[in-house]
Structures are given as structure tokens and as C-alpha cells.
């Protein structure tokens, strides 16, 4: 057997080094703080690993030898900006200190690319590092040393120009039976000192402060409104109670008119005054009243929830006081209802009870120039003085596409406006669209969240404007170059005689549990429709941060042309060193004052002095010819009568000019009033 010869094989041996470099490297993305998410694209400009490197990867090459595996990711390395974006590698890879260890879970961008950068976080500021003034710090009033009760808040609001009122529910002596009244607090612009009362008195004239719920003593919050021309002096307070339960209220039977009431009933019980500024000293001016079913001479509510504040009180430019409570009565109709009642500063009806709208409410009610508009849910209704109604408005109907509100019963839509002028500002929480009506979305692809405003002019029921109030980099006719990220919760706000609107908002950053509240004070010009930023958002209160417990919820804000006060409730520390953290009871209620951004003269025309009542007595009645006099009051005189209390109207019967006069009644029983041009007399 022969062998065939031939040549041999030839074996050709190629040593691959690029590819060999490159395999080597691949493990170093491992050594980088995220790195993993970009593997080879964390250094190369093709994500397969190969040919030129971004300029992140150039620095890296420059600090490590062929084939290294040494750790080489140090805080040198993140300190540097390596495509120029405005952020450190390390802020791009969520570790900005170089230690090696991710600090938190925000999205991660890349360090070698100028495109891919993170979303700035809005920084808030407090209110010293905007410029302003704080007047009175964190204060808690009503403290009782007890827990406060779940639904328990402040109301707040401004009487004049310079004093403002905090009202909340707090605890009747003694402590241990924990019994509901409602306290309020005055503070003057002038003296941080500021002074303690009841909210209700009886009808001997004395501060009341028992029980005054015969029911839910974990009940909703009082409401209170001031009259806000310069120089006033007149204020209402309004709460959810059972006074026909309490002997206190009882000198004239006026719950005993034929309207029969639960025992355990609780309905709107609203009661005006007038306030001495320099001794900050309320007188009452009327007694305490069922604001809608007062005058009732029949029917029946068996329920304990006869009405509710639910909705709010306001003072009209002519000084009378508007009140709206959900009235669950039954007398109205089958559902709850929107009904409003228009007093005057004596807690004489100048308009009876009336419906609005068959559903419920929650605050939204707000008083402009010649009028008030009240919010229903997804419906806006414009009134004058009168309560006539001008004109109703479909909420999101009437809004551009980019702007949407929640229609649900209040918590996180309010409107708000002054006396002063027609203009009717919305506030609320709510995801947020761009100017075509598409949602917008975070990095996550989740909807963007925030706190936006519009405004209507009153005179025409018409949409002028809208804007975001959280800061968002979108443009959002207003849009500002930083994120304010987070949870937004309870949103209220308030507008000053020239049109400044200071909102208050919960806002929960991402980094910690306890909301806390943020201001941001905007304003409008009518004219040309532009909107301004006085200041960023803000913390209101000295307690804010992640210090222990600390936290402000359900804020009420009042404002002037020269100072602002925000009261909220939650857990704070008492001596305000916030460090050391909450120490307060529960769901304590506190509030602050701070000066105004842009501090001006308040133009709304001054309060007149209040006439002096009329004082009506009988003379004498004979064979139905009935004789009166009576003292005070300006001429021309009406004499009025009705045969019931519940009568809509009061129908004149004779005019004078003097201060007697003979009449015929109407009926064999009835009612009389004397009205001047600014006062009456029942």
C-alpha cells in the first residue's frame, strides 16, 4: 500500500485584537452605577461596542489602561459633565457623590449623550428665600393637648384690610367628654399677638362655649366670611350644629314654628357680628339662625343630617352675606341640594331660601363685584346682588381643550374672587394636557400631574385664561424652566381687590410620605389676558421637610393687598425647631402670616358706617287697625307684611316718611316689617 504525498495544510493564525479588546471590555458597564442599562452604548456610539466612543467613554479610556479591571468609576469621574448637558455624570446615573451606589429610583440618563438628560426638580423654596416677610410664624391655635378629630379644619378669612379670622371645630370644656364647639382666632397684620373667642354666642349675648352638636361630633368644619372693604367691621360664622337642643339658644322659640326637627338633628346654623378691630372685641348682631329652613312653619326631617356645610359663606359688595348648605332636609326635593339664603348684616332675609342645583357642594362659593358665583360640580351659576341668576356655565365645557378640572363634589376644585372687580378665578389638582388635549406624560409614561388656574370674567360668563400653577417645563401659558414632581392633594385659593391670586396646595414630594403646603402667588391683567408670577411655589409654613411627623394638610388661605395667612392642620413643632421634629397632638390646627410680594393700597370702596337699627313697637290694635312707631332708620319708610315666615316675598302695604303710621293687617295673624333705605325692623 503506497502513501499519496502531497502538500501539507497551511493553518493561518490570526490574532483578533480588536475583537478580543472589545469582549474584555464589556464587563466594565458592570463597574458603573447603572451602567448595565446602557451596556456598550454606555461608552461607544454604537451600542454594539464597536468603533468610536461617545465622549463619556473618552473619559473613561483616558483613566484606564488596556485591558484594566481595575475599578475606575471614582467621584472625579462623576463629578464631570461629559456631554456638556448641564448635569455630572454621576446626577445622570443617579449617583452624583461617585461612591458606587445608586441613591435613589429616578430615571437614569446618559452621560455621554447631550440629549438624554434628567427632568430638573423644582427645588421649593420657604418664604424667607423668596423675599418675604414672615409675620407671624407656625402657631397652633385651639390647642387642647388631645388629638383633634378626623375631619376637623380651619376656615379662614380677611375682615377689612388689615384683620384676619381662623375658624375651626375644637373641644367643649370639659375635655374628657368630647364634645364639639367652634372657636375662632383673630390676627391683625399689626400685632402678632392676635386673640382667642368663641364663634357662636347665645342669646343672652355671651360667648358660647359648650357642645353645640347633638350628633357627629367628628363633624364638618365652620365656615366663616368677612366683609373685605377697608374700614369694615361686620363678619358671619357658620357651622354644622343642634342648637335647638341647647337651652343657651332658646329665649324665643324660633325652632318651634311648625318645622319639626330631630332631636339629634344637626342643619346650617349661621350668625353675624361686628368686630371692634382695636380690641378685637365681636358684638353680636343677630341671634344664631337655621340659615335655610329658619322660617319653616311645617314639615318635617327626621334625619340627624338635616344640612351641612357643605357649602360657604360670603359678604356681597353691598355688605350683605350670602350662605350656601347642602340642604338634606327633604323639604326641597327628594336629593340633596344647593340652597342659598342672602342676609343682611342684622341676619334680617333679604332673599329666602332657594334652590341653586338639586346636588351637593362643597365650598365654591365666591362673591365679585355686583354678585356671586357659585360652583355645583361641573356647573358654574352667576347671580347678582339679588340672587337672580345671570347665566350658568358647563365647567370643562367652557374651557380650551388643554384645560380640565375634577367635577366632583369640591375637594380639589375651588373658585375664589374679590368684591372689587368681576373677575372669577378655578383652582384645582388635576393631569395635566397640552394646549391640543393630549395628556401629558412623565418619564415613566404615567399622566404629568400638577396644579393649574383659570379665570372668568363674571359680566359675561366668559373664559379668559388658564395656566399651570405647580411648576412644569411644558408650556402651559405660563410654564416655568423647572419640575415640580409629586402628589397633589386639597387645593384652595384666594384673590385680593387687584387681582393677585394666592393658591395653596398639598404637595407630596417623592422622596418622603408627609404632604406638606405649597403657596404661589400669580396675577392677572384684564386687559391683555397675561398672567404674572409674583413668586415661585413655596412652603408656607416653617414646618416642612422630611424632619419627623411633620406635615400640613387641607389648607384655607386668606389674602389682602398687603399680607397673606394660610392655616392648615397636621403635625408640627410647636417651638418651631422643625429639626427635632412633630411634637403637636394630631391633626392640630395652626396657621401663619407672611407679607404680600407685591404689598399696594387695596382701591375697593370703604365701608359705611352701618345705620343705626329700627326699633318697632305697637302702639295700639283695634278692629285690625294697627298703630306702630319706631326709632332710627332713614326715610322713606315701607311698611311690609307677609302671613307666614316661609312666604317668598314681603308685600308693601304703605310708605312714609315719618316715623308712625296706622295700618290695616292683612289677616287676623301675620308678620310686620319696617324697612328704611339701609335698615329693618321685624
Known sequence: M??????????L????????????????????????IYNCALCHLNPRGTGPLNEFGND??????????????????????????????????????????????????????????????????????????????????????????????????ALGTNTFMIMANTFAPPLAGGKQRYGIFWQTIENPIGKESASFFDDQDNAYLGPINASRQDGNPGRIAGDPRPGATGYTVGGEASPHRFAAFDSNDRWNLGFERSETGRFGLVQTFALDHESLSPRPTSLAIDAINGRLTEGACPNERIGEFGGDLVVLDNGNVLAVVTDHSGIRGPTAAATAVILAPNGAIVKESWVIDSRDIWAN??????????????????????????????????????????????????????INHSLVFMAGATPLFDAEGNALK?????????????????????????????????????????????????VDLAVDALGRVAVAFEWTEPETEQPQTLVRILSFDRESRQWETLTPSFHAFLNHGPADGIRSVTPSISVTTQAILVAAKGEINRQNQVSAGADSPARSIFYTAFSHPVPLADPTPKATAPAAPIYLSIVSLTDRQLSLAWTNGDPPFSVQQKTALNDSEWITTEETSERNITISTLETSGFIRVVGQATSAP
Not at 407656625?138 to 379644619?153: A, C, G, K, P, Y
Open 2 to 11: 503506497s502513501l499519496r504525498s502531497g502538500p501539507l495544510p497551511i493553518i
Open 13 to 36: 493564525i490570526v490574532w483578533l485584537s480588536t475583537l478580543v479588546d472589545v469582549d474584555a471590555r464589556a464587563w466594565r458597564s458592570s463597574q458603573v452605577p447603572n451602567g448595565l
Open 60 to 157: 473613561v479610556n483616558s483613566r484606564v489602561a488596556k485591558g484594566s479591571r481595575l475599578v475606575f468609576w471614582s467621584e472625579e469621574l462623576a463629578r464631570l459633565d461629559s456631554d456638556g448637558d448641564g448635569f455630572t455624570n454621576g446626577e445622570e446615573l443617579n449617583d452624583p457623590d461617585g461612591d458606587g451606589i445608586a441613591s435613589n429610583d429616578d430615571p437614569v440618563t446618559h452621560p455621554g449623550d447631550a440629549d438624554s438628560k434628567p427632568t430638573v426638580r423644582y427645588s421649593v423654596p420657604d418664604v424667607a428665600e423668596i423675599g418675604l416677610n414672615r409675620l407671624v410664624p407656625d402657631r397652633i391655635v385651639f390647642e387642647t393637648q388631645q388629638d383633634n378629630l378626623e375631619h376637623w379644619e380651619p376656615s379662614v378669612s
Open 365 to 418: 362659593v365666591a362673591a365679585y363685584r355686583n354678585g356671586f358665583c357659585v360652583r355645583v360640580h361641573d356647573s358654574l351659576y352667576f347671580h347678582d346682588n339679588t340672587g337672580e341668576l345671570l347665566g350658568k356655565l358647563a365647567l370643562n365645557d367652557s374651557l380650551p381643550s388643554g384645560a380640565r378640572f375634577d367635577t366632583g363634589r369640591g375637594e380639589n376644585t375651588r373658585i375664589a374672587s374679590h
Open 442 to 490: 412623565d418619564a415613566e409614561d404615567q399622566p404629568r400631574k400638577g396644579v393649574q388656574i383659570s379665570v372668568f370674567e363674571a359680566a359675561s360668563r366668559e373664559f379668559l385664561a388658564s395656566r399651570a400653577v405647580s411648576e412644569i417645563s411644558e408650556d402651559l401659558s405660563g410654564s416655568d424652566e423647572h419640575d415640580l414632581f409629586g402628589d397633589f392633594g386639597r
